[in-house]
């Protein structure tokens, strides 16, 4: 009896996805798919101020409206004690304000109405009477005394929430004292939003003869927000069910809980009706979570010979008027001191100081673990301005200075323990793809032409799949994650797991986890998620961490079962189950391949004839705590063309090499891959939100704020190196954020390069065309 | 005021009394319950609300149902034929041309009205074309292979006609 590995699909197959036969029919279940009986409509009125006063609101039109039920205001939650939650950072939120709005398109008040179009009709009879107030949009500006407040809530009376640092201050200074060189440079890492194509949702479900609450919602994390509704509204947990059903894109814009499902579930326990509420794309793209919004200040010091030493940074962090990031509770600034990156280096030291401003809530990730693309673009480009100071290749200096792959695990300047790595190989093969050398000598014939080319490096080290547990929590909920495996008698299964999917393809990699290691066809083997009344407790997906902490725990789980399945074979097999061994997908007696039993045999066996000694069934759970973080990382080169009639940044190649450990589905890590550099080129190159003085948003819809198109986007190439994980179970890093993580700085850097002999030494980004030939423009070298 | 409209979709006729000032889309998700259709910015920037009116892609978020009275409609729900995916979908499947699956049927209504024009498009030719149609997960290199790989099959498919019914009967075997 030989086992098919290929009808297996185990580990390191390209699978194609089991999730595809739903979506390419038009089959999926996205939020606005649902429809209840007797579901009614909910739609927001939202603040034009982004600072001010309501005098009053009056509903009394909008309710003669035939069709309007009901108008919500903060009053109404306000007497229910609703009108406020707790953010994830232990700050607090209005739901709906009861006297003062604080960013514009803020909720205001909902209407809720039998109909989509009656409800925003109703939205737009609501009268609302502001008295202006004057706003804090500059961060700078809201830390002088004189400052308005933007939470005259609170009991400390500025707009300054909270100061973070890491790493060895005394030490940094006294290395900066003696240093050769000190390169500085200020970066603005500007407010971006992750514009998922489907926007935010839910159908809030109260079902008054059980007492039960169910919400559908568009939420990357179902349980935790079970538990943060219990705790908040005093629904008993069991009577609250949270289903996360298929969803449309998520990259950290569903991890926050917004202000609208929480009035959707106010509204459906009051009428006792299903609540719709499903936001436009201008709403989404307003007032949803934001992410970045850094304003940072950078020094590192050098020898001359290029040996970096010391690196100091101060950033200001603007996070809107609510402190709602989505953090580990202990981590205001996220992972932010993983900026020491791939380099080694004696001392580093460096501080973050949240500001409130009239805004709506910053700091959630744009698919990113939490604050590593701020960290990763600062460290990147910093090498590069030494490398230039220095007149150094960036590529020298990068090798000169990369953790040895000897080094690891490798304990760095701010106190991460970094798994595994091997940065100069990964390097060395993105060199040797795109013909570095080569480049360079393209580079300077184009120069001596006059034409503009730049060629940019980022060798970034993430730091993704947060637990552990004595280091990680959500509100106190510490951050494990879960797996669920039932094998039934014919052998088929089913898993279970605490994190869900946005895209990611869990439904067939974890599938696929439990075929490697059980042996059952990968077609047996049925993935749900999502849905809290029925999947183990879990924290959810984002940052990086669903094959890092559920991954695992789907291994051990598996490795659970086959353990006991090891008794039911020796059994089976007549012999002890010492004398049997796991090989080839089956067990078989030691050294006697012809006598083995498959799992589907003694998945049976389980049901049917089981030793006396063994329980019935086949399953497991296992609830996991990773050891450490995994640290992934990868070596990105970016060749850019720049148009001197435009100013114009065309990508021409990009090389990203990846090590996420050992893969999964390699077909799936490359749309990761691609998806992610994809979310890089587009802060780098065309996505920023910013306001005018008045605190008025200036992108509030697609015609603004630049999502890359078709056109825009090169055709990128990927490749990888390996270097496993020595602490998870089957050796995998998270991969689903490298790309967006490694691109930004790829890019800036060859833009910086392709314009440094006209002294160019830095670039914000997104670097649009009217930067760039501002900058040829004054520098003689535009066309036309 | 309501008008009475009958909207012919993937080939059956819908009739309804509707308001005017309702969107297609709206009429195709919520009259004829065919939620393939997506929204996804209600401004006409980001194609996931794409399906075929006579033929030709329109982004159903910007037309009033009543303007498609009497028309023929396609949706990403009429693609599958008999039982077999249309080769978009094959395409989309093989390539890896979706993750969170909520553009792609947009996409692929758009990629089946350019593929009767372009049987032979190149890559090029293929990412203009769907440059009205916004993804934020595959980063489009798989989309464009997914699309390529459509074209060749039904170039095949065209060169060599296989008879439907012995593919059915094979396919019942198996």
Same mark, same amino acid.
């Given at each position: 009896m030989s086992t098919d590995a290929a009808a297996i699909g185990g580990m390191g197959r390209s699978i194609k996805r089991k999730e595809d036969a739903r979506f390419l029919r038009g089959k999926g279940r996205y939020i606005d798919d649902f429809k209840l009986p007797g579901m009614v409509y909910m739609d927001i009125v939202r603040s034009p101020y982004a600072h001010a006063t309501i005098k009053s609101i009056d509903a009394t039109k909008a309710l003669a409206l035939p069709g309007v039920l009901a108008v919500i205001t903060g009053k109404d939650l306000d007497a229910a004690g609703l009108a406020w939650m707790p953010t994830l950072m232990s700050d607090k939120q209005m739901v709906l304000p009861v006297d003062r709005v604080v960013y514009q398109a803020q909720e205001v008040a909902a209407v809720i109405a039998t109909e989509r179009y009656i409800a925003a009709d109703g939205v737009a009879l609501v009268e609302v009477d502001y008295e202006p107030l004057p706003p804090v949009i500059d961060p700078?500006?809201?830390?002088?005394?004189?400052?308005?407040?933007?939470?005259?809530?609170?009991?400390?009376?500025?707009? &300054? %929430?909270?100061?973070?640092?890491?790493?060895?201050?005394?030490?940094?200074?006294?290395?900066?004292?003696?240093?050769?060189?000190?390169?500085?440079?200020?970066?603005?890492?500007?407010?971006?939003?992750?514009?998922?194509?489907?926007?935010?949702?839910?159908?809030?479900?109260?079902?008054?003869?059980?007492?039960?609450?169910?919400?559908?919602?568009?939420?990357?994390?179902?349980?935790?927000?079970?538990?943060?509704? !219990?705790?908040?509204?005093?629904?008993?947990?069991?009577?609250?069910?949270?289903?996360?059903?298929?969803?449309?894109?998520?990259?950290?814009?569903?991890? @926050?809980?917004? @202000?609208?499902?929480?009035?959707?579930?106010?509204?459906?326990?009051?009428?006792?009706?299903?609540?719709?509420?499903?936001?436009?794309?201008?709403?989404?793209l307003q007032a949803d979570s934001f992410a970045r919004d850094y304003h940072i200040s950078a020094e590192l010091a050098a020898k001359s010979d290029g040996t970096m030493q010391a690196l100091r940074v101060k950033t200001l962090a603007d996070h809107g008027?609510?402190?709602?990031?989505?953090?580990?509770?202990?981590?205001?600034?996220?992972?932010?001191? %993983?900026?020491?990156?791939?380099?080694?280096?004696?001392?580093? &030291?460096?501080?973050?100081?949240?500001?409130?401003?009239?805004?709506?809530?910053?700091?959630?990730?744009?698919?990113?673990?939490?604050?590593?693309?701020?960290?990763?673009?600062?460290?990147?480009?910093?090498?590069?301005?030494?490398?230039?100071?220095?007149?150094?290749?960036?590529?020298?200096?990068?090798?000169?200075?990369?953790?040895?792959?000897?080094?690891?695990?490798?304990?760095?300047?701010?106190?991460?323990?970094?798994? !595994?790595?091997?940065? @100069?190989?990964?390097?060395?093969?993105?060199?040797?793809?795109?013909?570095?050398?080569?480049?360079?000598?393209?580079?300077?014939?184009?120069?001596?032409?006059?034409?503009?080319?730049?060629?940019?490096?980022?060798?970034?080290?993430?730091?993704?799949?947060?637990?552990?547990?004595?280091?990680?929590?959500?509100?106190?909920?510490?951050?494990?994650?879960?797996?669920?495996?039932?094998?039934? @008698?014919?052998?088929?299964?089913?898993?279970?797991?605490?994190?869900?999917?946005?895209?990611?393809?869990?439904?067939?990699?974890?599938?696929?986890?439990?075929?490697?290691?059980?042996?059952?066809?990968?077609?047996?083997?049925?993935?749900?998620?999502?849905?809290?009344?029925?999947?183990?407790?879990?924290?959810?997906?984002?940052?990086?961490?669903?094959?890092?902490?559920?991954?695992?725990?789907?291994?051990?789980?598996?490795?659970?079962?086959?353990?006991?399945?090891?008794? %039911?074979?020796?059994?089976?097999?007549?012999?002890?189950?010492?004398?049997?061994?796991?090989?080839?997908?089956?067990?078989?007696?030691?050294?006697?391949?012809?006598?083995?039993?498959?799992?589907?045999?003694?998945?049976?066996?389980?049901?049917?004839?089981?030793?006396?000694?063994?329980?019935?069934?086949?399953?497991?759970?296992?609830?996991?705590?990773?050891?450490?973080?995994?640290?992934?990382?990868?070596?990105?080169?970016?060749?850019?063309?720049?148009?001197?009639?435009?100013?114009?940044?065309?990508?021409?190649?990009?090389?990203?090499?990846?090590?996420?450990?050992?893969?999964?589905?390699?077909?799936?890590?490359?749309?990761?891959?691609?998806?992610?550099?994809?979310?890089?080129?587009?802060?780098?190159?065309?996505?920023?939100?910013?306001?005018?003085?008045?605190?008025n948003i200036q992108q509030s819809n697609f015609m603004d704020y630049l999502l890359p198109t078709a056109m825009e986007t090169p055709v990128w190439e990927t490749d990888k190196t390996v270097t496993p994980s020595p602490h998870h179970p089957f050796g995998a890093k998270g991969v689903g954020e490298s790309a967006t993580v490694g691109a930004p700085p790829a890019i800036a850097n060859a833009v910086v390069d392709a314009l440094s002999h006209l002294g160019v030494t830095h670039l914000d980004i997104p670097i649009t065309p009217w930067k760039v030939y501002a900058i040829l423009e004054a520098h003689g070298v535009a066309e036309g | 005021m309501t008008q009475h409209v009958t909207i012919t979709i993937n080939g059956q006729p819908f009739e309804a009394d509707i308001e005017s000032r309702l969107l297609l889309v709206h009429f195709i998700r919520e009259v004829a319950n065919l939620t393939g259709t997506h929204i996804g910015c209600d401004t006409t920037s980001c194609g996931a609300c794409t399906v075929l009116v006579n033929g030709t892609p329109a982004k159903s978020c910007t037309l009033f149902a009543v303007q498609a009275d009497g028309a023929e409609i396609s949706t990403v729900e009429g693609l599958e034929q008999g039982g077999k995916l249309h080769p978009i979908q094959e395409g989309f499947f093989e390539e890896h041309g979706l993750q969170c699956g909520f553009c792609t049927p947009g996409m692929m209504m758009t990629s089946v009205a350019f593929l009767k024009d372009h049987p032979n498009p190149t890559d090029e030719e293929i990412r203009r074309a769907i440059s009205g149609n916004l993804c934020r997960c595959t980063g489009y290199v798989n989309i464009v292979k997914s699309i390529q790989y459509a074209a060749k099959k039904m170039r095949d498919d065209q060169a060599a006609p296989t008879p439907a019914p012995a593919v059915t009967e094979a396919e019942a075997v198996r």
């Open positions: 700078f500006k809201a830390l002088e005394p004189d400052s308005p407040l933007v939470r005259p809530d609170r009991d400390q009376k500025t707009n &300054h %929430i909270w100061h973070w640092e890491a790493g060895d201050a005394a030490r940094t200074d006294q290395i900066f004292q003696s240093a050769d060189v000190v390169v500085k440079q200020d970066l603005y890492i500007p407010r971006i939003h992750v514009c998922s194509i489907e926007t935010c949702g839910c159908v809030a479900s109260f079902d008054k003869v059980e007492g039960k609450l169910t919400i559908y919602m568009t939420t990357q994390a179902p349980h935790a927000i079970r538990t943060v509704y !219990s705790l908040v509204t005093g629904i008993p947990e069991h009577k609250i069910r949270i289903v996360s059903p298929d969803i449309g894109g998520g990259f950290g814009g569903k991890v @926050p809980v917004y @202000p609208g499902y929480v009035i959707a579930s106010v509204a459906s326990i009051t009428t006792g009706l299903p609540v719709k509420w499903i936001e436009d794309r201008s709403e989404n008027a609510f402190d709602a990031a989505a953090n580990p509770s202990k981590f205001p600034a996220g992972l932010y001191s %993983i900026i020491t990156g791939s380099y080694t280096l004696e001392a580093a &030291h460096v501080e973050v100081d949240g500001v409130y401003t009239n805004k709506p809530p910053g700091g959630v990730a744009y698919r990113c673990s939490f604050r590593v693309t701020e960290a990763v673009h600062t460290i990147e480009r910093m090498v590069d301005t030494l490398a230039q100071k220095l007149q150094l290749d960036p590529a020298d200096v990068r090798m000169k200075n990369f953790i040895p792959p000897d080094a690891f695990p490798y304990k760095s300047a701010t106190g991460w323990e970094y798994d !595994s790595g091997n940065y @100069p190989a990964a390097l060395q093969k993105a060199m040797d793809k795109i013909d570095y050398a080569g480049l360079r000598r393209e580079q300077a014939e184009k120069r001596a032409r006059g034409e503009l080319m730049g060629i940019g490096i980022s060798t970034f080290t993430e730091i993704v799949g947060a637990g552990p547990s004595h280091t990680f929590d959500i509100l106190g909920i510490k951050m494990f994650d879960s797996c669920e495996i039932r094998v039934h @008698p014919t052998g088929s299964a089913i898993v279970r797991i605490g994190v869900q999917t946005q895209g990611q393809g869990h439904e067939t990699t974890f599938a696929q986890i439990v075929a490697e290691e059980l042996g059952l066809p990968v077609d047996n083997i049925t993935v749900e998620h999502g849905d809290t009344d029925t999947a183990p407790y879990g924290l959810g997906t984002y940052a990086s961490r669903s094959t890092p902490t559920a991954g695992a725990a789907t291994a051990v789980a598996s490795r659970k079962i086959r353990e006991k399945a090891k008794k %039911i074979a020796g059994h089976l097999l007549e012999v002890s189950p010492d004398d049997v061994e796991w090989v080839d997908y089956k067990f078989q007696v030691k050294g006697v391949p012809g006598r083995s039993v498959t799992m589907k045999d003694i998945a049976f066996a389980a049901y049917t004839n089981f030793p006396q000694d063994v329980e019935a069934g086949l399953e497991a759970v296992d609830y996991y705590d990773p050891p450490n973080l995994t640290f992934p990382f990868g070596a990105y080169i970016c060749v850019v063309d720049i148009d001197r009639g435009t100013g114009a940044v065309k990508i021409r190649r990009f090389v990203a090499v990846d090590d996420c450990g050992n893969i999964i589905n390699p077909m799936i890590v490359d749309g990761q891959i691609h998806g992610g550099l994809t979310m890089g080129m587009a802060p780098a190159l065309f996505e920023a939100i910013t306001y005018d003085e008045d605190g | -």
